[in-house]
């Protein structure tokens, strides 16, 4: 692999060192279009919110914001990031979880779309604003996700009011004097089975229809969440998104139908899907230890890219100009002093030499948003390529930016 978007890594290197996050932005857009045609086609009452938590750069934020696409937010922060782009408060879903009165106040100030967690937080929200709208998010008691820390739901999952206790959350909202509803379930995440999805909208629809009528509510939204996934494994097949939104569709429609809902606006919430098969992560080799094993060091580590170590996550990787040559097994690891900063295990990999450059695929979401300062190693930089055109859309973390965190009595203390 020597080329992203047809612009040579070595050259991306170069000009913007390493380790360094490139973003194709047409590969942004192929994703967004294929899923949002292939639910136009089966049911055109749909709307797509770009998940922030797995690329919250503004940039890409405004290239889904030109698509049409609505943002979904999880954090007071994310939202303000939405602000800042300029998304529409009809456009934006707020979902979060065990938020503090903090939080909730300046929820109830930006009036979104609001995907509650519990009632217990509707409780809180309340004594601040009765929301004219709500919705909740549903644990269905099951779910599924490609690695286990990214299961959303079910009898461990953090997430979601159990569907027994949904009805009386709805009651509660209606008594509250809540006006419209919407409804959330999102049970996993990198899932690449289509009739994964029309389980789950299935199981929503089912829920939805023992609640809704006899409370005399027609929902507005059914947010069927995310979970899209993209392979991350030679041997995966992409998912079909068409016959997706086919499945999804059949069973909405049938359902909507049976529990008198009319045709209410179906939302997704998905962010690895459009984000991740269009990122990169370009690292250069930094050291070679023939120990009890062949250990690779890179100048990339957990704290650049996170989900390796944090859940066992698997991301292709490729050496640059070295396709053909002869391969050898080894292991990945960064420069944090922890065991656990480990990309790969026993990988096999062209033989490799000190400054190679190594590149990861499948680093467009969830890659710079979990990065962070372990070992006071600061974070890299983020360019984007479009139309052949390069662009620095972060500029590389330095030590001083993080010791402008210290408050200026500590900073003329030690004359920093």
Do not use: W
């Amino acid at each position: 692999m020597n080329k992203i978007a047809n612009v040579d890594i070595k050259e991306l290197a170069n000009e913007f060192g390493s380790p360094v996050y490139v973003y194709d932005a047409e590969q942004f857009r192929i994703n967004y279009n294929k899923l949002k045609g292939a639910l136009d086609k089966y049911y055109p009452k749909n709307h797509i919110h770009f998940s922030v938590k797995a690329n919250s750069n503004i940039q890409i934020l405004k290239l889904f914001k030109d698509l049409g696409a609505g943002a979904d937010c999880s954090s007071p922060n994310e939202l303000k990031l939405a602000r800042i782009v300029g998304f529409d408060k009809n456009d934006t879903l707020y979902t979060g979880n065990y938020e503090s009165y903090e939080d909730l106040n300046y929820v109830a100030e930006y009036d979104v779309k609001l995907n509650l967690d519990d009632l217990d937080s509707f409780k809180r929200l309340i004594k601040i604003k009765v929301p004219e709208r709500i919705s909740f998010r549903i644990n269905p008691g099951i779910g599924k996700g490609g690695f286990e820390g990214i299961t959303t739901a079910g009898s461990d999952a953090k997430f979601g009011i159990p569907y027994e206790k949904a009805a009386e959350a709805y009651k509660f909202a209606l008594d509250a004097g809540v006006k419209r509803f919407g409804i959330h379930m999102m049970t996993g995440s990198n899932n690449l089975e289509p009739y994964y999805f029309a389980e789950v909208v299935d199981k929503l629809m089912s829920i939805a229809g023992h609640i809704f009528p006899e409370l005399g509510i027609i929902p507005e939204y059914f947010d069927i969440g995310g979970g899209q996934g993209v392979p991350y494994y030679d041997d995966e097949k992409e998912l079909n998104v068409d016959l997706m939104a086919e499945l999804v569709a059949e069973v909405f429609k049938e359902k909507c139908e049976k529990f008198g809902f009319g045709e209410p606006e179906l939302v997704l919430e998905p962010g690895r899907y459009l984000a991740a098969n269009a990122g990169y992560l370009i690292t250069k080799v930094t050291g070679i230890k023939e120990g009890y094993k062949k250990f690779i060091g890179l100048d990339a580590g957990m704290g650049t890219l996170a989900r390796p170590s944090m859940y066992g996550a698997y991301h292709r990787s490729y050496v640059y100009g070295k396709e053909g040559f002869e391969k050898e097994k080894v292991n990945l690891c960064g420069q944090i002093c922890e065991n656990s900063d480990i990309f790969a295990k026993n990988q096999m990999l062209p033989k490799i030499e000190i400054d190679d450059l190594l590149i990861f695929r499948e680093a467009g979401a969830y890659g710079y948003t979990m990065s962070s300062v372990y070992n006071n190693r600061t974070r890299p930089p983020e360019v984007i390529i479009d139309a052949g055109k390069t662009k620095l859309i972060r500029k590389r973390e330095k030590f001083e930016d993080v010791l402008d965190l210290y408050p200026d009595e500590l900073r003329k203390e030690f004359s920093i």
